[in-house]
């Protein structure tokens, strides 16, 4: 059963950082692209980040470019999103998904599989 697991979304200040965890079950990540989206209330989902299945290429949406990092540990069957100097605006439930390919796209639809979601809300 494939399962997507996020983890450690919370309160932070502006300019704080926080690690997000995507932990996968019955499947091995590193065969696929692995997406980082969010989605505030009123907007659209949108990809946050990604990291393909093969090479290891990362992609990042202009608004995080320089300020989030995302990476994968095969051993763990893990990817992480790390975020530093969080904005009010970065503030959004956090999704990680599954692409069935080992590349990366920004088609919300070309992922199948999907986490919970994480709330991350940056506020003073």
């Known amino acids: 059963q494939v399962q997507l697991v996020e983890s450690g979304g919370g309160l932070v200040q502006p300019g704080g950082s926080l690690r997000l965890s995507c932990t996968a079950s019955?499947?091995?990540?590193?065969?696929?692209?692995i997406g980082w989206f969010r989605q505030a209330p009123g907007k659209e989902r949108e990809r946050v980040s990604c990291?393909?299945?093969?090479?290891?290429?990362?992609y990042y949406a202009d608004s995080v470019k320089g300020r989030f990092s995302i990476s994968r540990d095969n051993a763990k069957n893990t990817v992480y999103l790390q975020m530093n100097g969080l904005k009010p605006e970065d503030t959004a439930v956090y999704y990680c998904?599954?692409?069935?390919?080992?590349?990366?796209?920004?088609?919300?639809?070309?992922?199948?599989?999907w986490g919970q979601g994480t709330q991350v809300t940056v506020s003073s």
């Open positions: 990291i393909s299945g093969r090479d290891t290429s990362t």
């Open positions: 998904a599954r692409r069935p390919s080992y590349s990366c796209s920004t088609n919300v639809r070309a992922f199948d599989s």
């Open positions: 019955g499947f091995t990540l590193a065969y696929y692209g």
